[in-house]
T-cell receptor, first 112, second 114 residues
Framework: QQPVQSPQAVILREGEDAVINCSSSKALYSVHWYRQKHGEAPVFLMI?????EQKGHEKISASFNEKKQQSSLYLTASQLSYSGTYFC?????????????FGKGTRLSVIA | DAGVIQSPRHEVTEMGQEVTLRCKPISGHNSLFWYRQTMMRGLELLIYFNNNVPIDDSGMPEDRFSAKMPNASFSTLKIQPSEPRDSAVYFCASTSWRVNTEAFFGQGTRLTVV
């Protein structure tokens, strides 16, 4: 089932922080975060594998709360380069090497 | 490695024509996925292959869509006959067999059916 992302869109000024949420109705085995810039392919940011585990990427970090079946992506001190659409992709328990099911994305615009 | 390579990058065709999209996955990757992206539906999985074998094609919208992977380095997605509602960006992605590794996406094919 497709995960639900919120918000659908957000506008930030440089230096501001943002949080993007990804929720599933089923227990999650892993959450993958991607960023896509306009006209380009989605680019991998990070994978979260364990409940409560946080992994960082530059000033972008994420948490995965297994009990809540939710992951949140944190963008701190945003930069213009962070603009794009962020997608979460999820896998269910014991799904092995199966495809990611992506949310509809969150469009982030960072302005000067 | 040059990454996942898709061709053509852009395709404009008339309704009713056959369209073939091509994908070369990263060498050594065992899984290949075809996704379709639209504003309304986001990234939808169409079909995926493991070791060149189609595993799940339940996302293929209609019988007009077909996909093949004759060898580990090449896959095609064919639409015959094409319709305006097929207009979208089609992405191919590949990943290694190891569980929970990242998927690498190609640059996509923007298809416009007029």
């Amino acid at each position: 089932q497709q995960p639900v992302q919120s918000p659908q869109a957000v506008i930030l000024r440089e230096g501001e922080d943002a949080v993007i949420n990804c929720s599933s109705s089923k227990a999650l085995y892993s959450v993958h975060w991607y960023r896509q810039k306009h006209g380009e392919a989605p680019v991998f940011l990070m994978i979260l594998l364990k409940g409560g585990e946080q992994k960082g990427h530059e000033k972008i970090s994420a948490s995965f709360n297994e009990k809540k079946q939710q992951s949140s992506l944190y963008l701190t001190a945003s930069q213009l380069s962070y603009s794009g659409t962020y997608f979460c992709g999820t896998k269910d328990w014991n799904s092995g090497n199966t495809p990611l099911v992506f949310g509809k994305g969150t469009r982030l615009s960072v302005i000067a | 490695d040059a990454g996942v390579i898709q061709s053509p990058r852009h395709e404009v065709t008339e309704m009713g024509q056959e369209v073939t999209l091509r994908c070369k996955p990263i060498s050594g990757h065992n899984s290949l996925f075809w996704y379709r992206q639209t504003m309304m539906r986001g990234l939808e999985l169409l079909i995926y292959f493991n070791n060149n074998v189609p595993i799940d094609d339940s996302g293929m919208p209609e019988d007009r869509f077909s996909a093949k992977m004759p060898n580990a380095s090449f896959s095609t997605l064919k639409i015959q006959p094409s319709e305006p509602r097929d207009s979208a960006v089609y992405f191919c992605a590949s990943t290694s067999w190891r569980v929970n590794t990242e998927a690498f996406f190609g640059q996509g094919t923007r298809l416009t059916v007029v």
